[in-house]
Nanobody, 114 residues
Framework: QVQLMESGGDLVQPGGSLRLSCAAS????????MTWYRQAPGKERELVAL????????NYADSVKGRFTISRDNAKKMVYLQMNSLKPEDTAVYFC???????WGQGTQVTVSS
């Protein structure tokens, strides 16, 4: 059974930083591209970042490029999202997901506000 458990969300001031973590189990983690999505209130879920199976290739939404960094640790079956220079518009529930696997975790809330 695929399980994804996100953590690390918090209330942070604009300009601050957070590091999100996602623990994966129930599938062969190292064989899947991993992604982070987010969903803001009243908006559709959007792809934020993805990282290739070995971690050597990453891609980002234009809105977070240069501020967010996705990484993974295949030995620990973990994927991370380092978020710097946070803006109020980054406020959302953040989810990790394995590409081509339909399961979602419960998400972690990130709120950027002064």
């Amino acid at each position: 059974q695929v399980q994804l458990m996100e953590s690390g969300g918090d209330l942070v001031q604009p300009g601050g930083s957070l590091r999100l973590s996602c623990a994966a189990s129930g599938f062969t983690f190292s064989k899947y591209t991993m992604t982070w999505y987010r969903q803001a209130p009243g908006k559709e879920r959007e792809l934020v970042a993805l990282v290739s199976t070995a971690g050597g290739s990453t891609n980002y939404a234009d809105s977070v490029k240069g501020r967010f960094t996705i990484s993974r640790d295949n030995a620990k079956k973990m994927v991370y999202l380092q978020m710097n220079s946070l803006k109020p518009e980054d406020t959302a529930v953040y989810f990790c997901k394995a590409l081509s696997i339909t399961s979602w975790g419960q998400g972690t809330q990130v709120t950027v506000s002064s």
